[in-house]
T-cell receptor, first 111, second 114 residues
């Protein structure tokens, strides 16, 4: 059973701080890694994807991937109250067949 | 560009009744997915289509669930008969082609079985 693990939270940070969201995965052959944001009652919305080891930045968001440690993270700089949502980590396994989601981390940014 | 369209958005039925959900993917997207999402959990794949072919239905409860994508565009997911435990959000997603492509989600159908 391929697994994607996330801290369920809730994680609370003050406005303007850096929010750090973490995810580990069990399939060492996993190829593609995604972060989705899901507001309450809404569907998942893609924030970023990353395929290679290292950092990938997009505006206030930075995804970090360490395949040796089977670890992927999402940093949100200058957090805003509008960033309050559940963040889902998702991984495509080594056989390139299935996207497996973690259970999500609930983030609250306090004004 | 229009996103993934799903209907209905909400459905309330009594147990043992049938129910159907419809999905229209993003234009040009060959791969279509149906997911189930329970409260507090991430989406779980039910079935994946590449064009008309169901290439991964290993997690579809085939005794009561069925799906079709006859012309390789729209898709329908059916439950018959529905059980109390089927109450969840049913999400449809699509991607351009390969299983490694980014998936884009529709708004979902929230099913309540009484």
């Amino acid at each position: 059973q391929k697994e994607v693990e996330q801290n369920s939270g809730p994680l609370s940070v003050p406005e303007g701080a850096i929010a750090s969201l973490n995810c580990t995965y069990s399939d060492r052959g996993s190829q593609s890694f995604f972060w989705y944001r899901q507001y309450s009652g809404k569907s998942p919305e893609l924030i970023m994807f990353i395929y290679s080891n290292g950092d990938k930045e997009d505006g206030r968001f930075t995804a970090q991937l360490n395949k040796a440690s089977q670890y992927v993270s999402l940093l949100i700089r200058d957090s805003q109250p509008s960033d309050s949502a559940t963040y889902l980590c998702a991984v495509i396994d080594g056989s390139a067949r299935q996207l497996t989601f973690g259970s999500g981390t609930q983030l609250t940014v306090l004004p | 560009e229009a996103g993934v369209v799903q209907s209905p958005r909400y459905k309330i039925i009594e147990k043992k009744q049938p129910v159907a959900f419809w999905c229209n993917p993003i234009s040009g997207h060959n791969t279509l997915y149906w997911y189930l999402q329970n409260l507090g959990q991430g989406p779980e794949l039910l079935i994946r289509y590449e064009n008309e072919e169901a290439v991964d239905d290993s997690q579809l409860p085939k005794d009561r669930f069925s799906a079709e994508r006859l012309k390789g565009v729209d898709s329908t997911l059916k439950i018959q008969p529905a059980e109390l435990g089927d109450s969840a959000v049913y999400l449809c997603a699509s991607s351009p082609g390969q299983a490694t492509d980014t998936q884009y989600f529709g708004p979902g159908t929230r099913l309540t079985v009484l």
